[in-house]
């Protein structure tokens, strides 16, 4: 899990060296703010044309996508139909979905 006071490139960095596209990230207390899709830290790692290196001081909680959630008793049909309806293609099981 990434935390949203992390810096981007340090959630970058476990995303590629676990293979993830993609992880739920928390606040301090643990409640779940939002999803980091890997391709959005790709964007911020691109530097600008003719321009130095991309600031490293970007936070986590500067690219987060809201999360879309899921209960783990909700069926699979459910599943598809909240992805297709948000235009996602990952979801966060959760006891209580929001």
């Excluded at 990230?25 to 790709?42: K, Q």
């Excluded at 598809?80 to 990952?90: A, F, L, N, P, V």
Aim: positive net charge; proline residues 12%.
């Amino acid at each position: 899990m990434l935390r949203d006071d992390m810096r981007v490139d340090v959630a970058a960095k476990l995303l590629t060296d676990h293979g993830y596209r993609g992880a739920p990230v928390l606040d301090t207390h643990g409640a779940l703010t939002g999803v980091l899709p890997a391709i959005d830290v790709a964007v911020v790692h691109l530097p600008p044309p003719r321009a130095q290196a991309p600031p490293r001081h970007v936070l986590v909680a500067d690219l987060l996508r809201p999360p879309v959630t899921i209960a783990p008793t909700d069926p699979a049909h459910a599943a598809g139909e909240r992805m297709q309806r948000h235009r996602t293609d990952r979801l966060v099981v959760v006891e209580r979905p929001l």
